[in-house]
């Protein structure tokens, strides 16, 4: 089946600084990949809709210079979070989608100190 | 933004029992979809069920979709400790892109 990789799965960075976080489809090309965030016992909000070739399309609320999304391939989307703060302390989960199906990647915690 | 509710949030049974999960929506849907997610890891895929079913069943899961309601559920039979996860339900409108918006999530939890 479809897999998406994630990585990393975890990371720890110092306030201030930048983090890039990877999503690649190993066995399929995906045209659209999503980038989700989850703060603890909440659900999954969307944060922004990536397409490969084109600018990513973010959802309200969701600052583009913060979180910079990039999707240069058919196989690879990355979501840099800049100037990282503690508040943007959650789980960030990528999907890709391939004919209507939906495949996630297995999370990234990220924890800024 | 959140499509809609799930309840209960918190469900806690013994195992053998069933587990009833549902959801409630607000727009109009293309499909409807039932995720698992096991404490601070990705979502694993469980059942689509789309817009002109009513009802759908994959091993000890029964989806029922009631599009009038704008309601769905998630029955799981002879549950295991191993079911405990939490539960999401998500929509895709079919007309935006692609994309899913997921419900608030039931956290369930089967004691041995």
């Known amino acids: 089946g479809a897999v998406v990789s994630q990585h990393p799965s975890w990371v720890i960075c110092k306030s201030g600084t930048s983090v890039k976080i990877e999503c690649r489809s190993l066995?399929?090309?995906?045209?659209?990949m999503f980038w989700y965030r989850q703060f603890p016992k909440q659900s999954l909000m969307l944060m922004a809709t990536?397409?490969?070739?084109?600018?990513?399309?973010?959802e309200q609320g969701v600052e583009k210079d913060k979180f910079l999304i990039n999707h240069a391939s058919l196989t690879l989307s990355t979501l840099t979070v800049t100037s990282a703060h503690p508040e943007d302390s959650s789980f960030y989960i990528c999907?890709?989608?391939?004919?209507?199906?939906?495949?996630f990647g297995s999370g990234t915690r990220l924890t800024v100190v | 933004s959140q499509q809609g509710e799930e309840d209960p949030q918190a469900l806690s049974i013994q195992e053998g029992e069933n587990a009833t999960m549902n959801c409630s929506y607000k727009?109009?849907?293309?499909?409807l979809q039932w995720y698992r997610q096991n404490s601070g890891r990705g979502l694993v895929h469980l059942i689509l069920?789309?817009?002109?079913?009513r009802e759908k069943h994959s091993g000890r899961l029964r989806v029922t979709l009631d599009t009038s309601k704008k309601s769905s559920s998630l029955l799981i039979t002879a549950s295991r400790a191993a079911d405990t996860a939490s539960y999401f339900c998500?929509?895709?409108?079919?007309?935006?892109?692609?994309?899913?918006?997921f419900g608030q999530g039931t956290e369930l939890s089967v004691k041995p």
């Open positions: 066995d399929f090309q995906a045209t659209t």
């Open positions: 998500a929509t895709d409108a079919g007309n935006q892109g692609g994309k899913l918006i």
């Open positions: 990536s397409n490969e070739g084109s600018k990513a399309t973010y």
């Open positions: 069920i789309r817009s002109n079913e």
């Open positions: 727009t109009s849907i293309n499909n």
């Open positions: 999907s890709a989608s391939l004919w209507g199906g939906y495949t």
